[in-house]
């Protein structure tokens, strides 16, 4: 039996899978937790990387490796392979004016032309005009610009910081890939190259950028010290083209990830340009394209209400099921932490539709998985009016796992919703990747389908979603 192991490096934790090459199947598994917040010191993504690999009992039986990372986090190096200041998460609006100001400066339609979308917040881009502002010490120090799994791939191989690495801190041996690349709002998956003005007039200057490999490319061996040496390490993904591959999805499939953040995301086989900014034109991790919508507001709203309620996932489930679709017209816009889209970086939650008999923790629990779901409804009809025509519609993440929400995500949706076995599909999907680079092709693995659901559509839930929208808006 040939092992590989799939990395995935997301917000919250580092988890490792090792798994059979032919079949996709789980071998073992381990995990470790990452440190909260939107700012962190990327060593401890290493640190918990080594601890989630022994977690999963080494790596002396491997024969391949790639690392998944969450996207669009900047990393900055000084010239000795330093981190200049904590990364900047994907999840940091901070930079919200810096992503207004490059739009100004350059244009919506010039940004989606150029770099397949226009930056909100998360994008790179943005991290790298707000440090030129407000940290320009930090700024002027910066000699490369890497993301985490970026990152990671490097620490693998055993380059670094002089006394920390055993090659060094040779950033020319920085790489990427093509899907995470196209989250920077500096790399065109249209053309597949760099855009150094783009760079250029988010930082400043021209910093020193990581290769981006193909697909299938080797990104080198490991040589960091603690891990078994030359073991071949894959070019890595983003975390949605990760999960991609760990789905198997193809042309036609959409899949809603509902995790710390939320996401719709579909395979398409040419570039999507959305000038409006809704639509993020990423890059696949397999060669074709991945459009996707993104909110910031997703499983952790089920947590609040849960917590203001006083029930754990099961008991919110149960109360949302007792009530009926529309929550008697409660509902609750779930901006608890601004949003990415719509583009509302500084907005906070509300709730609307209360009379002194609609006030129930029935209708409380409903409308907060209504609301959560009629923001990703919202970014599936974007994608829709690109013309992709949905064929399969997946549904994962941790809240994918409640009683509650496939069933009311099809009433919303109005669309049959499958729910594959939970897993760890980003590292999973890292995992079919590294086997891809020793067969030459990506394996066929089963997907196993937990549940479908198929519910009559409720479009009153998302009427009123509107128009609570738009009257927040005003």
């Known amino acids: 039996m040939t092992l590989v192991a799939g990395v995935d490096s997301s917000t919250q934790s580092c988890k490792v899978v090792v798994v059979d090459a032919e079949t996709g199947a789980i071998v073992r598994e381990g995990r470790a937790p990452h440190p909260d917040g939107t700012s962190v010191d990327p060593t401890a993504w290493w640190d918990a990387l080594l601890a989630a690999i022994a977690d999963a009992g080494g790596l002396d039986d491997v024969a391949a490796i790639a690392v998944a990372g969450q996207q669009h986090g900047m990393v900055a190096l000084d010239a000795d392979g330093r981190v200049v200041r904590d990364a900047l998460l994907w999840n940091d609006t901070r930079s919200a004016a810096a992503a207004a100001a490059l739009i100004d400066e350059v244009g919506a339609e010039e940004y989606a032309r150029r770099a397949g979308s226009v930056p909100v917040a998360s994008f790179t881009a943005t991290k790298l005009r707000w440090l030129r502002d407000h940290e320009p010490d930090s700024a002027g120090r910066v000699a490369a610009v890497c993301l985490p ?60 950028l990581p290769r981006v490999l193909g697909p299938l490319e080797r990104a080198g061996v490991t040589g960091a010290r603690g891990i078994p040496l030359g073991i071949p390490i894959g070019s890595g993904a983003g975390d949605n083209a990760a ?45 074709a394209f991945l459009p996707l919508v993104a909110t910031l507001n997703a499983a952790r709203v089920l947590d609040a209400v849960a917590r203001l309620l006083g029930v754990d996932h099961d008991g919110l489930a149960e109360l949302a099921l007792a009530a009926s679709p529309g929550a008697d017209g409660v509902v609750l816009l779930p901006y608890f932490e601004g949003e990415r889209t719509p583009n509302l970086p500084d907005a906070t939650a509300s709730l609307s539709g209360l009379t002194l008999a ?86 066929e693995w089963p997907l196993t389908v937990h549940a479908s659901v198929e519910h009559p559509p409720q479009p009153h839930v998302r009427a009123a979603y509107m128009s609570a929208y738009q009257r927040h808006t005003r």
């Open 243 to 287: 999960a991609a591959l760990g789905l198997g999805a193809s042309a036609g499939d959409v899949v809603i990830s509902i995790g710390t953040s939320g996401t719709v995301f579909a395979v398409a086989s040419e570039p999507v340009l959305d000038a409006s900014g809704t639509v993020a034109g990423f890059a696949s991790a397999d060669g």
């Open 358 to 443: 609609s006030t129930t923790r029935e209708n409380l629990a409903r409308a907060a998985i209504e609301g959560m779901l009629c923001g990703l409804a919202d970014g599936l009809d974007a994608i829709v009016r690109h013309g992709l025509e949905p064929r399969r519609l997946l549904l994962v993440g941790g809240a994918a796992r409640s009683a509650a929400v496939p069933a009311i995500a099809s009433e919303v949706l109005g669309l049959p919703v499958d729910v594959p076995d939970p897993g760890e599909y980003v590292a999973r999907g890292a995992a079919r990747q590294a086997a891809g680079m020793l067969a030459g092709a990506l394996p």
């Open 149 to 208: 799994h970026d990152w990671l791939t490097w620490r693998l191989r055993g380059f670094g910081p002089a006394g920390e690495s055993t090659h060094g801190p040779k950033l020319a041996e920085l790489t990427t890939d093509r899907s995470d690349a196209s989250g920077t709002a500096y790399w065109s998956p249209s053309t597949g190259h760099y855009d150094l003005e783009l760079l250029e007039r988010a930082l400043g200057r021209r910093v020193r």
